[in-house]
């Protein structure tokens, strides 16, 4: 079983930056590929970013890269999104997840077999 809880989350002016974390609790999350995804109004939950279990690899959507940066500290069993440059359609309720047992990094929404309560991400233009 993994637990994790999201924070970091808040209303910011376009350009901005803010740091989602992601603390898990359960003895498989070094050995688990993480992601974060969102979800806005009306519309259906999408891959943001992914790092596999050692944190050197990762992976992005279009419209983040250069501007989001995904990381893990497994010593402290959290995983980070660093989200710079932040747009209005940016805005978001921000999920963290995790692959239990799965060390590569994936896309996907059904690769992922625990998922966090979220975190809301407004941005203001």
């Known amino acids: 079983q993994v637990q994790l809880v999201e924070s970091g989350g808040g209303l910011v002016q376009a350009g901005g930056s803010l740091r989602l974390s992601c603390a898990a609790s359960?003895?498989?999350?070094?050995?688990?590929?993480m992601g974060w995804f969102r979800q806005a109004p009306g519309k259906e939950r999408e891959f943001v970013a992914t790092?596999?279990?050692?944190?050197?690899?990762?992976y992005y959507t279009v419209s983040v890269k250069g501007r989001f940066t995904i990381s893990r500290d497994n010593a402290k069993n959290t995983v980070y999104l660093q989200m710079n440059s932040l747009k209005p359609e940016d805005t978001a309720v921000y999920y963290c997840?995790?692959?239990?047992?799965?060390?590569?990094?994936?896309?996907?929404?059904?690769?992922?077999?625990?998922w966090g309560q979220g975190t809301q991400v407004t941005v203001s233009s």
């Open positions: 997840a995790a692959r239990a047992g799965g060390l590569v990094p994936a896309q996907p929404k059904a690769d992922y077999n625990y």
């Open positions: 359960g003895r498989t999350f070094s050995s688990s590929a």
């Open positions: 790092i596999n279990w050692n944190g050197r690899e990762t």
